[in-house]
Structure formats: C-alpha cells, structure tokens
C-alpha cells in the first residue's frame, strides 16, 4: 500500500489476442478450489455453494483436450466468472470464462439436463483455449478456425468424458442437421469474405460454427480419426501464440500426409476436396437411380427454392450399403463423384433390395432415390426398423422432407416413411421427425380439408 493505493503484480503472459484480452472487476467471492484443479469459480458470496458441479467437472473436461491434442495450454489458473446477465451465453476470454449464472450455479436437486448444458457450453469455451485463444484466426475470414473447431469439440471431447450421453449422434441432430435446414438457402461460404464491419456481423451464424464443425467431421471419416488428429496437433504445435489462415491449416495436413505417403483414394487431392467444401456456399444433393446390377449416381446443389445456380461443384465421398450386407459402419469413401462429373456409376452384382448412400450421414449432402428403393426403405423401416443405423433413420426422415419440400420428391413418400414413427423407440430420430412434421402440419393451416387431414395423421404417429 502507498498513500492508499495498491499495487498489484501480476506475471507476463504469452500472446494473447488482442480481442480476448479480459478484466475482472466486481464484488465477486472466489469458490474453495477442488485440489489439483487449475479453476476458480468467482460468484456472489450467497452463491459460493452452488459452484461444485461446475468445479468438479471442468478438470476433466480440460485434460480430454489435452489429451487429444497432446500438448498442455499455457494457463497456470483458469478463472469462470458467474455474471446475472450477459450477452450470450458465455464468452472464452483468456484464462477467464465469463458465464451466465445459469451454466455454473446449481442446487443439489438441480435437474440433470441442465448440468448436461452446463458441461457443453463449459466445454466449447474450454475448447477455445486452444482453437482460438492459443491460435488464432488471422482475419474474421477464417473465424471458423476457432468457432468450428470448438463446436466440433464441444461434441468430441465431451464424448470422451460422458461417453454415455451419446454426444456423437446427438452432434447430427443438434449440429449437422441444423447447418443442413440453415445453408439449403446458400448463404456464405465457411471461409467467408469480410470486408466491412457489417460483413463481421453477418458471418456471425450457423456456418462457421455449425456447418464448419459438420464439415471436421466429415473429414474425420473420410480420412479416419488418427490421419485427422496428428496433423491437426502439429498444426496446434506449429502456430502456438500465432494467427493463421484456412491455407495454414490444410498445408500442414498436405505436408503431413506426403511424408507418410498417405492419399485419398482415386488421387483426390486433399486441398482441392477440403477446400471444395469450405470455400463455396451450399451443399449438393446426390440422385441415386438402380438399373440392375448398377447404380447411377448425379448430383447437383441443393435449394429448397429454385435456383439457376449451375457452377458450384465439389468432391463427394461416396459410402453405401445394402440390406444383405447392413454394414453402417465403414465410413471412408469407396468412390468419389468429382467437381464437375456428370454421373458416376457404382456396380454392385448383390441382389440386394434397397440401398442407403451416405453411411450415418457423415458427408454434408442429401440423397435422392428412385421410387422403388423409397418404397423398400419404408417397407424395412416398418418392418425392423433397427436394422438400419439411426443415424440414417434420421436422415431418410430429414432428406425426404426437404426433397419434397424442394419439390424433388412427392410428398406421399415422407408422409408414408413417418408411418413407421409409431414403432420408434429411439429418441434420436425424433428430433428429425418433430421438425419436419411441425413444418408440414404448420404450412397446411391454410387448407381447411387438408389440415384436419394431416394433424389427424401426426397426431397417430406422435
């Protein structure tokens, strides 16, 4: 103390960037530290009792991180700060977590799905200690880099701690599905262009977080999980303290995989296939038509509305199966459709009778089938739905839906496939299904026959 002021002293830190820079200021009490945890809790001294759940879960939510990515981040203390009221729901501020109240504090009877809200959101900030915080992106173009891999492994790195909460499946409905209804109206691509400060407000959406954690996941599958975790860490490695672009990313992949000679099947080039995804708005949708012993496969982008739109291309991985080999399960591509392929053709000499393309929805496309497999399909969903995996149950819901609804499909077809609802014990393809019901039964309102007819039938199935 010096002529009553005080001096605090406080070490130097690395780098941090410059817009998560952060203070604490506030008549705020610090929680009893679990040991050998590095984490504060500051909250109103009435509510220091409420913080345990928060305290006790965060230490292994840190050390999934840090066990994936292999390196150990640089904070010797990490401080959440429990705010009444704040504009969003939390923000990753270096080494200081600001939350609302209600993702920290918790009664003892408190209910299990809020302390499972808590956990996520206490595990995307964590997350971006490394995807944002200990790199970071260079310009808002590349905001992605830290929004789409925190959200990816807000899913990931949870799975590995609550492996019971099935957060892998829970990521499809919840984020994959959720790009998928957001971007079928091609807004901006995930590497976005920024130029003004109005362009930094509206990049701020589901694309670079949702649809650019669907896209790592996607190419998690294509690549397998170890060809996408090394050279993501020497990534992390390599740019510690550092600002980087989308280029910086996929050259480190592109070194690492010539130097174990690893390649994509059918020379695809990485960069061009990865970078056909993230540099363009929209998703295509594959049609898959069966004539004997052969599948042709066409595609083109996607839009619920009409559109002219006839240049964007991409690199399609191409996963199937059959009800005789029912293998949901291998989920790097045998095939690829390649940017401007007018039609690829797939042979299969089984006699099978019917066929689903893209195994538990890891590419970010949707799938159109001939008639007949639509009607084989609903056949084996009504029959035994389980021998289908329930991430494709979930998909043939959400695609026939949207293709009817982008007039690519009758409607008859997913109106009959959700028949098979009544037999659903799974919760999962639920989420699906109550969006896509909700949607019909709120745009037949307006005709008077048709609605009662349509609320009568989801009100059978619900």
């Known amino acids: 103390e010096y002529y009553g002021w005080w001096a605090d002293h406080f070490e130097t830190t690395p780098p941090i960037p410059t817009y998560l820079v952060g203070a604490l200021v506030g008549n705020f009490k610090k929680s009893s530290k ?88 206490i595990q995307k900030l964590s997350s971006h200690q490394w995807f944002g915080n200990m790199v970071t992106c260079a310009w808002w173009d590349y905001l992605w880099l830290n929004e789409g ?43 976005a262009s920024v130029k003004t400060s109005d362009d930094i407000q509206n990049i701020l ?47 480190v992949y592109e070194n690492y995989y010539f130097e174990v000679d690893y390649a994509l099947k059918e020379n695809v080039p990485f960069t061009n296939f990865i970078e056909s995804w993230t540099n363009q708005a929209g998703y295509p949708v594959v049609t898959v038509t069966k004539n004997q012993n052969t599948y042709t496969l066409t595609y083109k982008p996607f839009s619920v509305w009409p559109s002219s739109d006839s240049t964007s291309s991409w690199f399609i991985g191409i996963t199937y199966t059959n009800n005789l080999a029912r293998n949901f399960n291998d989920l790097q591509p045998i095939t690829w459709i390649k940017p401007y392929t007018t039609v690829k053709y797939v042979h299969d000499s089984s006699l099978s009778t019917w066929v689903i393309f893209n195994l538990q929805w890891t590419g970010f496309y ?87 007819y349509i609320r009568v039938g989801v009100k059978k199935i619900t």
């Open 205 to 251: 959406d589901v694309v670079v977080s949702n649809k650019a954690a669907a896209i790592l996941r996607m190419l998690q599958s294509v690549v397998s999980e170890f060809y996408f975790q090394e050279p993501l860490n020497l990534y992390l490695q390599k740019f510690k303290h550092g600002a980087v672009t989308s280029n910086d990313l996929w050259a």
């Open 34 to 121: 679990i040991e050998g945890s590095l984490i504060d809790v500051y909250t109103y001294n009435d509510y220091l009792d409420q913080v345990l759940y928060a305290t006790e879960e965060t230490p292994m939510l840190f050390s999934s991180m840090e066990n994936y990515t292999e390196s150990q981040n640089d904070l010797k203390k990490m401080d959440f700060l429990s705010v009444p009221d704040f504009d969003g729901d939390g923000m990753e501020n270096w080494g200081i977590n600001a939350y609302r109240e209600k993702y920290v504090l918790f009664d003892d009877d408190a209910k299990m799905k809020f302390k499972e809200q808590s956990v996520m959101l």
């Open 366 to 452: 949707r799938v159109n089938y001939d008639l007949n497999n639509w009607q084989q399909l609903i056949k084996q969903l009504n029959e035994s739905n389980t021998d289908i995996h329930v991430l494709n149950r979930v998909q043939l819901i959400d695609d026939s839906f949207n293709l009817a609804r982008a007039g690519m499909l009758p409607y008859s077809v997913p109106l009959n496939l959700s028949t098979y609802l009544t037999k659903e014990d799974d919760e999962i393809p639920w989420y699906a299904a109550t969006e896509c019901l909700s949607y019909v039964v709120e745009r037949m309102r307006r005709s008077a026959e048709g609605y009662d």
């Open 149 to 191: 891999f925190a959200r990816y492994f807000q899913y990931y790195a949870t799975e590995m701690v609550k492996p019971d909460w099935r957060l892998n499946e829970l990521f499809v409905v919840e984020q994959h599905l959720t790009a998928m209804a957001f971007d079928q109206t091609p807004r901006h691509p995930i590497t």
